[in-house]
């Protein structure tokens, strides 16, 4: 209901403005007529005063010549012969010529302001009462006032149906209320569940931790259980082995204490004498010349025994079958060796080869390494790095030399603009922490003595400064270009930040390239410059939020 009371209120509003509109159209028409007779006034102004100016120049060589007089020096040249004394056929124009033209063009200029400032004042005024009408005629206004009063009895209707669901919201709120409290309850819960699942998940890290530990390098517990398993089989049979060993060692030694116990007992001194004593002289010889095969043996056995490596062997006799499946397996691995020690003879030979290749390679890597030092070094130098420091690049060395060409050619004219108390200055110390240098600009300032950095400057200073270094470029890109001159020259604000003497030195340093044929753009807000601009292009910025040219002066 209030906001559609307001809606009303503002149509009300609306329809008195779109009346006020219709009045500012009209009014805004008249003031854009008025507008246009001042611009017109304002242009044959300045179209005078520049002809006037232009016929004063060229009459000032007529004027000259009607102060000569024979005999006496000329007050340009010094000549005192004058064979041709300029003439002219028109009126000259005096001073007080160009006076009485600058001062019209001033009224003129003063009553184009008054109008740009009248059509200005309507045309805010029609803005903002259209957009109080909000772009709608009267018709269109006072029907949607008719609408406005149908949305407000409407609006009634709806407060009282608001008051019935404002019975209704109480009672939903209750019940938001209990099943908050519900709500609470089960969330309760879910954090002891919460606490509950995180004792759970902890246990069971501790458990998945256990394993791993008791798993080791294996893939799960099992397979480290049967590995210890099969060791542990293993080692009870090796154990088995060594017992059945040792019995069958002492079982061997006593059967041959028992024996040679009877032999002792006969007088016998082993069972070959005992066998003898029942061979013929045949088989005695046969014996015989096994025993001395046998003795031979022994010898033989007896020096290999009497070798130290073999000094503290059991007296009693070793069953030598273990001792030949041992040698049998240590021949075996000794074949093994062999024919890996040839392939690793082949191997070593081709590891030579390549060893003697690096070899080779490292030595012609040795200068190619040299080489490239010296190129990274160069490189980094070039660059700005180190062992350069200057941290200047190639590039900016060689700006830098082109630099000091613009800044020499720049304090030429900043010395002008500035009473000779500015100067610039190349900088091309090491910058802070190791930054890039090399293109630096400082400023010397002739009243202290000393140089400081340029953003010390004020901002009609660094305007001046920046006015000269352009001018600088300029003169320096000519020279450059094989005398090729740059005709056009356009300048972006910055005349608003400088006093009125300052305004006029930069003025008067422009009008010297202006005089010498060159074609000056300035682009400034600064009122005072209008009078000493008579070649104007004035842009304005219409209400549809687009730029247009109002009006255009060209100088004769």
Do not use: W
């Amino acid at each position: 209901e209030p906001e559609a009371r307001a809606q009303a209120e503002r149509l009300r509003a609306a329809e008195g403005a779109a009346g006020q509109v219709r009045r500012l159209d009209a009014e805004l028409e008249v003031a854009h007529r008025a507008d246009a007779v001042a611009a017109g006034e304002n242009a044959a102004a300045a179209v005078r005063y520049q002809t006037l100016v232009d016929r004063r120049l060229a009459g000032h060589a007529v004027e000259l010549a009607s102060h000569l007089v024979p005999g006496e020096p000329c007050e340009v040249c010094g000549s005192t012969a004058h064979p041709a004394p300029a003439t002219g056929d028109e009126e000259p124009v005096t001073e007080a010529d160009i006076v009485a033209a600058r001062a019209c063009l001033k009224q003129a200029q003063t009553r184009l302001d008054q109008t740009h400032v009248a059509a200005g004042t309507v045309a805010t005024d029609l803005a903002e009462a259209r957009a109080r009408a909000g772009e709608r005629t009267i018709d269109e206004i006072v029907a949607e006032m008719a609408a406005s009063e149908v949305a407000l009895a409407a609006a009634v209707n709806a407060g009282v149906r608001a008051a019935a669901l404002g019975l209704d919201k109480s009672r939903l709120r209750a019940e938001l209320d209990e099943a908050g409290r519900a709500l609470a309850g089960l969330c309760s819960a879910r954090d002891v569940a919460a606490v509950q699942l995180a004792e759970r998940r902890s246990a069971r890290q501790a458990i998945d931790d256990r394993v791993s530990a008791q798993r080791g390098d294996f893939a799960s517990v099992g397979h480290r259980v049967d590995r210890l398993r099969a060791e542990l089989a293993s080692a009870r049979a090796l154990g088995e082995a060594l017992d059945h060993s040792r019995e069958r060692r002492s079982l061997r030694n006593a059967a041959g204490a028992s024996v040679q116990a009877q032999l002792d007992r006969e007088g016998f001194v082993d069972e070959q004498d005992v066998a003898a004593a029942h061979q013929n002289d045949a088989d005695v010889r046969q014996l015989e010349e096994l025993i001395r095969g046998h003795d031979d043996s022994r010898a033989a056995a007896r020096s290999v025994l009497a070798e130290p490596a073999l000094t503290g062997l059991p007296a009693g006799l070793t069953d030598v079958g273990p001792a030949r499946e041992t040698l049998v397996t240590a021949a075996a691995e000794r074949d093994a060796a062999l024919a890996e020690r040839g392939s690793l003879g082949e191997r070593v030979a081709v590891m030579t080869g390549l060893v003697t290749d690096a070899r080779v390679h490292f030595d012609a890597g040795v200068e190619l390494l040299s080489t490239q030092t010296q190129v990274r070094e160069l490189a980094a130098a070039v660059h700005g790095d180190e062992p350069n420091t200057k941290r200047m690049r190639l590039e900016t060395y060689v700006l830098a030399a082109q630099l000091e060409q613009i800044i020499a050619a720049a304090n030429n004219r900043l010395r002008t603009m500035t009473g000779g108390r500015y100067t610039l200055e190349h900088d091309d110390s090491v910058q802070f922490r190791g930054g890039q240098s090399g293109l630096g600009l400082m400023i010397r300032d002739a009243h202290t003595g000393r140089a400081r950095p340029t953003q010390s400057l004020s901002g009609g200073e660094t305007f001046l400064a920046s006015l000269a270094l352009a001018l600088g470029l300029a003169e320096i890109v000519s020279n450059q270009a094989g005398g090729i001159a740059l005709d056009t020259l356009f300048v972006d604000e910055g005349f608003g930040s400088l006093d009125g003497a300052t305004l006029e030195t930069a003025m008067s340093t422009l009008d010297g390239l202006r005089a010498g044929g060159r074609t000056i753009g300035l682009i400034s807000h600064v009122d005072s410059m209008k009078e000493q601009i008579p070649a104007k292009l004035v842009i304005t910025v219409t209400d549809q939020g687009f730029s247009e040219i109002d009006e255009v002066l060209v100088s004769v």
